[in-house]
C-alpha cells in the first residue's frame, strides 16, 4: 500500500511542483500530460481505501468493496486557480460485466464514485502521514522521506504556534476571571453597606417608634 500510494504521490508531485522529483525521475519523468496507469490486485485498492481513510459505493455492490476490473483514478486538477485532486472508483456493474457490456457511449458508462475531492496540499499531507517509508523501494524511499521530514517540521511549527496561541487565551481567561472576581467581591461589599446602613436607619426609626409609644402610657415621664 504505502508503495503504491508512494509512486501516485511522486508522480502529482512532479506535475503540480513542475519539477523534477530527485531519483524518482528515472522511474517517471516528469509530464505536464501525464496518464500513468498502475495494475494490482484487489486488495492493493483496499490497502489505498484504508490509508486515505476514504469509502465509495457503486451500483450492484456493497459499500467499499473492491469489484473485478475496478478502478482507482486520481486526477489532479486546477479549480479556481487551486490544484486539486480528485479522487474516482470506477467499476461496471454484475450485469454489464456478465454480458460483457461495452463501456463507452452510446452504451451505459460503469458506475463511478468520487470518494475524495482535496487542494492538492491537504492530500499531499493526507498521503505522506499513511505512507510507511520503510514499507517504500528505492528510488521512492529518499523523496518520500524528504517530503515527509518537511511537512514534520511545519507540523511541528504549527503546533507550537497553538501552543502558544492557547497560554496566550489562558492568561487572558485569567485575567478576565481576577477582573470578575474583583467586580463581584465590589459589588457585594457595597451591597452589604448599603444593608447595613438601611438595617441602622430601621433600627433607629424603630426604637425611635417605641419611645413614643412608651411615652404616651407614661412609661418615661
Known amino acids: 500500500g504505502s508503495a503504491m500510494l508512494a509512486y501516485i504521490l511522486l508522480s502529482l508531485e512532479q506535475v503540480a511542483s513542475g519539477a ?11 509530464s505536464s500530460r501525464l496518464f500513468a496507469g498502475i495494475f494490482a490486485h484487489d486488495f492493493n485498492l483496499l490497502y489505498l481505501r484504508r490509508m486515505l481513510g ?31 485532486v480528485r479522487g474516482s472508483y470506477i467499476a461496471a456493474t454484475l450485469e ?5 457490456a461495452r463501456l463507452v457511449p452510446p452504451f451505459a458508462p460503469p458506475g463511478v464514485s468520487v470518494f475524495l475531492d482535496l487542494p492538492y496540499s491537504q ?9 510507511l517509508d ?36 489562558l492568561l487572558l481567561l485569567g485575567l478576565c476571571s481576577v477582573l470578575v472576581s474583583s467586580w463581584s467581591c465590589t459589588r457585594c461589599w457595597r451591597s452589604y453597606t448599603a444593608g447595613s446602613e ?9 426604637l425611635l417608634a417605641l419611645e413614643s ?7 418615661f415621664r
Do not use: N
Open 96 to 100: 454489464q460485466q456478465r454480458h460483457a
Open 198 to 206: 438601611r438595617l441602622d436607619s430601621d433600627s433607629v426609626r424603630a
Open 20 to 30: 523534477e522529483s530527485e531519483d524518482f525521475a528515472q522511474l517517471q519523468p516528469p
Open 123 to 131: 492530500f499531499r499531507e493526507k498521503a505522506l502521514a499513511a505512507i
Open 54 to 84: 476514504v469509502d465509495w459505493l457503486v451500483d450492484s455492490y456493497a459499500m467499499d468493496a473492491a469489484s473485478t476490473g475496478a478502478v482507482m483514478r486520481f486526477d489532479l486538477e486546477v479549480v479556481a486557480g487551486v490544484q486539486r
Open 213 to 219: 409609644e412608651a411615652g404616651s402610657y407614661g412609661l
Open 134 to 169: 520503510r514499507c517504500v523501494p528505492h528510488p521512492m524511499k529518499k523523496p518520500i522521506k524528504r517530503m515527509q521530514q518537511h511537512v514534520g517540521s511545519k507540523l511541528l511549527s504549527d503546533v507550537e504556534l497553538a501552543r502558544g496561541l492557547r497560554d496566550v487565551a
